[in-house]
């Protein structure tokens, strides 16, 4: 059992480029999301999953993309970095869409946009 | 609206004391859960402690537990026995039932000297 996994961990990007971040869970949870890290303002949330087929944006969507074609994967893609993209990814899911249940989290993504 | 804040940015404290972090929150929700995470170096998110807003108990796990305070929307964490493995970001968080969303304060970094 994985857990939730993420490739890369590390990322350097040039501005412009785009790239897709992965994400995959094993544990048959319905809820994924994706959140940026930056200093000093704990964790926020980009994109989120209820299930296959359904998304929505969180708090700061502007410059992602996701999608979700199986319950397992949550791609999350940067469609033109930029130096404000600058930040640790975490992708996290957990067993139910609700907030009562635990999140498990990835081990995170450092990008680095130039 | 839901908002947590932590209101310590960091605190140090020698091996085997006793540290308090705080953590206030607010949601109109009748019912609710709060959790602490912790963020080592490693970056890895683990789970530390959980609590139901019904329950009066306070929660315990091992060396860390929970004082909520419901009236005052306090819940803060008491980590007893420090050891230098506790040094790590600490994350407050808040969960209701209506939303998927868990809400994040910004974080406390503990460090524990020798």
């Known amino acids: 059992n994985a857990g939730v996994t993420q490739t890369p961990k590390f990322q350097v990007l040039k501005t412009g480029q785009s790239m897709t971040l992965q994400c995959a869970q094993d544990?048959?949870?319905?809820?994924m999301s994706w959140y940026r890290q930056d200093p000093g303002m704990g964790l926020r949330l980009i994109h989120y999953s209820v299930g296959a087929g359904i998304t929505d944006q969180g708090e700061v969507p502007n410059g992602y993309n996701v999608s979700r074609s199986t319950t397992e994967d949550f791609p999350l893609r940067l469609l033109s970095a930029a130096p404000s993209q600058t930040s640790v990814y975490f992708c996290?899911?957990?067993?139910?869409?609700?907030?009562?249940?635990?999140?498990?989290f990835g081990p995170g993504t450092r990008l680095t946009v130039l | 609206a839901q908002t947590v804040t932590q209101s310590q940015p960091e605190m140090s404290v020698q091996e085997a004391e006793t540290v308090t972090l705080s953590c206030t929150y607010d949601t109109s929700e009748s019912n609710y859960y709060l959790f602490w995470y912790k963020q080592p170096p490693s970056r890895q998110m683990i789970l530390v402690i959980r609590?139901?807003?019904?329950k009066q108990q306070n929660a315990t796990e091992n060396r860390f537990s929970v004082n909520f305070q419901k009236a005052a929307k306090s819940f803060s964490l008491k980590i007893s026995d420090s050891q230098l493995g506790d040094t790590a970001m600490y994350f407050c968080?808040?969960?209701?039932?209506?939303?998927?969303?868990?809400?994040w304060g910004a974080g406390t970094k503990l460090i524990i000297k020798p």
């Open positions: 544990m048959n949870h319905e809820y």
């Open positions: 609590q139901e807003a019904y």
């Open positions: 968080a808040l969960g209701v039932d209506s939303n998927y969303q868990l809400i």
């Open positions: 996290a899911s957990s067993r139910r869409t609700s907030g009562r249940n635990e999140q498990f």
